[in-house]
């Protein structure tokens, strides 16, 4: 009715993030909670820097809040804002 289509970006990243979350869920029932825990803080902070990198082909750095535009030059997905 809407003429709703999914993007093939969208389906990619959909199914990445479904696998990770299926991953994360899954491993718990096998793996010592210890060790779950630091692999779904990792996974977190990868599927973090990913969305990041993604909004970032999105938008301009200087559209970005300060916090987000401080990660982003961080981890070397920009280079920093001239000054002025």
């Known amino acids: ?3 709703f289509r999914w993007s093939v970006a969208n389906k ?3 199914l990445l993030y ?5 991953v994360v869920f ?3 029932y096998f793996r ?3 060790l779950m825990v630091v692999n779904g803080v990792g996974i977190t902070l990868l599927a973090g820097i990913h969305s990041l990198k993604k ?3 999105l938008l301009p750095l200087e559209r970005l809040p300060r916090l987000a535009q401080r990660v982003v030059v961080l981890l070397r997905l920009a280079s920093p804002p001239a000054p002025g």
Do not use: C, F
Request: hydrophobic share 45%.
């Open 18 to 22: 479904g696998v990770l979350i299926g």
């Open 32 to 34: 010592p909670r210890p």
């Open 1 to 3: 009715m809407s003429g």
């Open 12 to 14: 990619e990243i959909g």
């Open 55 to 57: 909004l970032r082909t």
């Open 26 to 28: 899954v491993a718990w």
